[in-house]
């Protein structure tokens, strides 16, 4: 017997670095644990050791399960009735998935026409009560902060601080696979929860003595949703990244804590250039994420071309959703081959022609 399926879970294997008492009945999906691949075609291309930490192979298909297990877990125990969230699209996926498994009915605010097919076609099979708002996410989560005071109601967005808990989980992943942790670390900022809470998971393990450094967080946003950059909230956000279309980040404070005590930066990319990254790290590495997680692979590529690549320095770049979470943007600009006959003539040619 091998031991490989001994994972169970984020909160079973980091408990004592999670908020959790013995005995707390823990809601998992065996979330996190994902991998650490390196990318062979852009090491070469920016001469460093560039690994993907794919959270698209989280259950859900991102990242929102390593906060969702801890925020539900601990919604569980606190007698939560009802679960709420407002969401481009990944955590009402997660939160309608971790509900099912509390027990608990979910409400999830999306904004309308703007949330990616899969996402919402996970938040219908999980039975999540979806209310579609004529806004924009920063909409959504003003209405949902306006509930904060009902105590029944559990708010999981970002501003509960168990998800940041869940979420650093990745940093230790990280440093637990490389034996160190990297020197620079690209992350896409939409609502800016996630930057931090690899902050917080980099700095307890160099806190800890696990690690003897921690790497320079390095933001991206898209340019038509970039608060970071403007230094002020965007009124109308626009990208086709539409995970990260947000425009009053919630996390604004603690992102720049992040930023600013890694000596890193946030930056922002134009949806052309995500796209590129987008369809680069699937063609040329073989890893299919959603375009918003192409911003950290955007990202990097401009400091590479602004020379901010040290030579054979270790580099992480979260991918944060999986590509199929959005099949309408990886299917907009191909055509589909005719079809034709089922002969051997018609492969041959094919082949041929390779
Ligand atoms: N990447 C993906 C795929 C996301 O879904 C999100 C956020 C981010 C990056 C940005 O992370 O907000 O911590 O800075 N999605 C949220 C949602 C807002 O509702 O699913 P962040």
Known sequence: MNNLNTWTGLINAYRDRMPIDQGEEVITLHEGNTPLVPLPYISDLVGANVYAKVEGANPTGSFKDRGMTMAVTKAKSQGKKVLICASTGNTSAALAAYATRAQIPCVVLIPKGKIALGKLAQAVMHGAHIMQINGNFDEGLRLVRELSEIDSVGIMNSINPFRVQGQKSAAFEICDALGKAPDQHFIPVGNAANIYAYWVGYQEYEQDGITSSSPKMRGVQADGSAPFVYGFPVENPETIATAIRIGAPASY??????????GGSITAQTDEKILHAYKMIASKDGVFVEPGSAASIAGLLAAHENNEIVKDSTIVCTVTGHGLKDPDT????????????????SVMSLIDRL
Do not use: F, M
């Not at 404070?253 to 890694?262: N, P």
């Not at 589909?336 to 002969?343: E, G, K, L, T």
């Open 253 to 262: 404070e603690k992102a720049l804590t992040a930023r600013d005590e890694s």
């Open 330 to 345: 990886a299917t907009a600009d191909i055509q589909i081959p005719a079809a034709v006959d089922p002969s051997l003539e």
